[in-house]
């Protein structure tokens, strides 16, 4: 079974600065889809960014990039430009593309992620 | 843009009490899924389904019954409820199984 750890409980960055978050993974599978979903206190689940496996170069969008690394099953994300409306829980997933139960996401168990202004 | 939408986003319920929790989307999205968050902690799958009429466990299905009798609607079923019932929920739904997954904006739930 795939699981996902996040190793920060809690992360803090000044407004404007730049700030990574951690998320390892532990599969057997060579193809996959890793994503970062922010939750903020409202508790909604938005997408941040999502990485295919397969691809080479790492997923941006705006402020957002990852650093997929495929062999040391590492997939953090760097939060440019840091502000005030970053402040959340995020968290990493893991899904498979394969049949049966693994439709489903795996999450890890989240980074709380304080801007401070 | 309507995409997932949940009812009620608010409820309790007093233990052996049963409630549907409602889930519509308007994306024509194949897959649906019913997720829990308990405090301090990741989602985890209740029940999901691939299309109409298709439905199947996920990890924590114990005390919980799902129906999707059209693409749009996958409604979960409490039957009574028990104080660990108490937690956030979510619907959510994409188009297949390598697409990326939509979520709703929770449901609340307490059990007392």
């Known amino acids: 079974a795939q699981t996902v750890t996040q190793s920060q409980p809690e992360m803090s960055v000044q407004e404007a600065e730049t700030v990574t978050l951690s998320c390892t993974y532990d599969?057997?599978?060579?193809?996959?889809?890793l994503f970062w979903y922010k939750q903020p206190p409202s508790r909604q689940m938005i997408l941040v960014i999502r990485q295919e496996a397969y691809k080479q170069q790492n997923a941006t969008e705006n402020r957002f990039s990852v650093n997929f690394q495929k062999a040391a099953k590492s997939f953090s994300l760097k939060i440019s430009d840091s502000q005030l409306g970053d402040a959340a829980m995020y968290f990493c997933a893991y899904r498979s593309p394969s049949g049966g139960s693994n439709y489903k996401l795996t999450f890890g168990k989240g980074t709380l992620l304080t801007v401070n202004p | 843009n309507a995409g997932v939408t949940q009812t009620p986003k608010f409820r309790i319920l007093k233990i052996g009490q049963s409630m549907t929790l409602q889930c519509t989307q308007d994306m024509n999205h194949n897959y649906m899924y019913w997720y829990r968050q308990d405090p301090g902690m990741g989602l985890k799958l209740i029940y999901y389904?691939?299309?109409?009429?298709?439905?199947d466990k996920g990890e924590v299905p114990n005390g919980y019954n799902v129906s999707r009798s059209t693409t749009e609607d996958f409604p979960l079923r409490l039957e009574l409820a028990a104080p660990s019932q108490t937690s956030v929920y979510f619907c959510?739904?994409?188009?297949?199984?390598?697409?990326?997954?939509?979520f709703g904006e929770g449901s609340w739930l307490t059990v007392v």
């Open positions: 389904s691939v299309g109409a009429g298709i439905t």
């Open positions: 599969t057997s599978e060579s193809d996959y889809y």
């Open positions: 959510a739904s994409s188009y297949s199984s390598g697409n990326t997954i939509y």
